[in-house]
């Protein structure tokens, strides 16, 4: 049941995967009537497909359109053709925050809290959070459509709380059903709101990239290494070395996502701004307040204004509406202070949860790097010995050379054109032999004492 339960599941996925391919791929240029029967066309999950589609190109010439997928709060997707200045002014982002998101630009890692926005600039997916939807540049990458597969999944499951809970390093979720009558009004500390939502799935996005990439270095590596161990050779060595390569530039990107989730842990008030639901609130709440302030002055105004004198009534309403002012001020204030601090509990869990995972991935490409470098001192060691041995051999080699020269000496001496009665003596050339040759086997041996006796060659 379990087998096929999973065979289920992939074959779901590859449905959708191909449904999502299918509605994001351009349409063939055959004419103007096909072109709007393909993007009316219904999908085989039944939702409407993304419409005004462009990513054979992220900017259009002459126009400065870029194609963006967006993604409401109740997981319906459309692409949409937004020029920069107009998402500018649609999300209130400065030119440099967009320029993040730009896909033909490499920036590291980063997470951003603006006034009305969140930018998320993380891996592959490069995305603007707001309050009632994500934009993402419209992109047929494989991770690109599982994250909006995965939010489109988390936000049509309505009434549902994720509860967050450690369980050795993997982390797993538990969802119960709640009912709640109302989106703003809920506050218990198991409901995320929708940029949370919406950032936790590029958060996972991300862990998960960066931990699979983990995964497979380790692998390729270990099995290379023992090899490299075992026979030391230069294509060996290369692979190594381009493997070590690989490795410095993930944990360099896993440090930078690291170390960006740390510093938005480590800071309340950028935790804060990006509590984007709970600003949209208040001034809600506040434009409302002011509405119907208005409207009791004008209520208040006609009331009075004929029992009262005009010289003592204005005084008096101005103290009532100061008094109220100032009560309503003290209760948002309040009110505010709490949920902010609970938000950035909910958010801080939150960042916490996927600071463990990607912890856990750097200290796997950590471990995987004292291992390369354990190797490398290894191979040192065994070069160095190799090294050694090849140094002593030539010491014996010059010693014995030397031993060898005794005999040129001795041959040049007898070789001089003078005459002595030792020529005369017929064992006279086997007595020179065997004194030349024992004196240089003793010069030999003492050479090779010597040697031992300072420590130059092993015992």
Not at 184 to 198: G, I, K, Q, V
Not at 295 to 313: E, F, H, L, M, T
Not at 409 to 423: D, K, S, T, Y
């Amino acid at each position: 049941m379990h087998g096929s339960s999973i065979g289920a599941t992939s074959i779901w996925r590859t449905l959708i995967m191909a449904d999502l391919k299918e509605r994001l791929l351009p349409p063939k240029p055959a004419s103007a009537f096909n072109l709007k029967e393909v993007a009316n066309r219904p999908s085989a999950s039944g939702r409407q497909p993304f419409q005004g589609v462009d990513v054979l190109g992220l900017k259009k010439r002459g126009q400065g359109l870029r194609s963006w997928i967006r993604v409401d709060t109740s997981g319906n997707s459309q692409a949409i053709e937004v020029d920069k200045f107009t998402m500018m002014r649609r999300c209130d982002l400065p030119a440099r925050d967009l320029r993040l998101l730009d896909p033909l630009f490499v920036y590291p890692s980063t997470i951003l809290g603006r006034e009305k926005a969140i930018v998320v600039n993380l891996e592959q997916i490069r995305c603007i959070i707001t309050a009632d939807e994500v934009l993402l540049l419209n992109s047929l990458d494989s991770y690109v459509l599982h994250y909006v597969m995965e939010l489109q999944r988390r936000l049509t499951t309505t009434g549902v709380g994720e509860v967050w809970q450690s369980d050795g390093p993997d982390m797993n979720r538990r969802r119960g059903s709640r009912n709640f009558e109302n989106v703003y009004s809920n506050t218990s500390p198991d409901y995320l709101p929708f940029e949370f939502r919406a950032l936790e799935v590029a958060l996972e996005a991300a862990c998960t990239f960066l931990d699979s990439q983990a995964a497979e270095l380790e692998i390729e590596a270990y099995p290379l290494l023992d090899e490299l161990t075992s026979k030391i050779s230069t294509l060996n060595l290369e692979r190594v070395r381009r493997l070590k390569s690989r490795l410095v530039a993930l944990t360099r990107r896993v440090q930078k996502v690291r170390d960006e989730i740390e510093q938005l842990m480590d800071d309340d008030g950028d935790m804060a701004e990006m509590y984007l639901t709970e600003k949209k609130r208040r001034m809600e709440l506040s434009f409302y307040g002011d509405q119907s302030m208005i409207g009791y002055r004008s209520v208040d105004g006609a009331s009075i204004s004929a029992p009262v004198s005009p010289v003592s009534s204005p005084p008096d309403s101005r103290k009532l509406e100061k008094s109220l002012s100032i009560a309503r001020s003290r209760h948002e204030s309040s009110k505010s202070s709490e949920s902010t601090t609970e938000s950035i509990e909910e958010l801080e869990m939150l960042l916490e949860a996927y600071f463990v995972v990607i912890d856990s991935t750097l200290n796997k490409l950590t471990s995987l790097k004292e291992y390369i470098d354990d190797t490398e001192d290894f191979i040192n060691i065994q070069l160095d010995n190799v090294r050694n041995q090849l140094i002593q051999f030539e010491l014996l080699l010059t010693t014995a050379t030397f031993v060898v020269a005794i005999f040129g000496v001795v041959a040049g001496i007898f070789g001089m054109n003078f005459e002595i009665p030792l020529f005369d003596n017929p064992s006279a050339f086997q007595w020179v032999l065997i004194i030349t040759g024992v004196c240089g086997g003793f010069i030999f041996c003492a050479f090779v004492w010597f040697f031992k006796y300072r420590r130059l060659m092993p015992l």
